[in-house]
């Protein structure tokens, strides 16, 4: 992911969000074969080569590919969805109608078609 700013510090890495608690990475490293010293680290990159060949991988392997995303969208399944959230209130309608955005008569015309 590039950066959006220049004065911007984190890296793609940081939107990887994986509970350390969990050892989603470092197990995923460990099957590759990759383990880090006691109370060590991996070697530098390790975890950028690891994404960069999976992504080669599964680029080449169109099996592979159906079966990791069949596994994500299982996974998604089970995750908790946002509660969508009513954002327009009578204020922000008339608003919209001053500005422009919708007019008078499509604001009726919606009222008109809650109150039927």
Known sequence: MPSTSTTQKSTAMDYLAAPRSEGIVK?????LGFVAPEKGRLPAGAKLDTLVALTDVLGANSEMQSMVATRVLELQATRRT???KVAATPESVIAAVKAG????????????????
């Open 101 to 116: 955005k919708i007019s008078l008569s499509e604001l009726k015309a919606q009222i008109k078609l809650l109150e039927s």
């Open 27 to 31: 197990n995923l490293m460990a099957l």
């Open 82 to 84: 946002a509660t969508p």
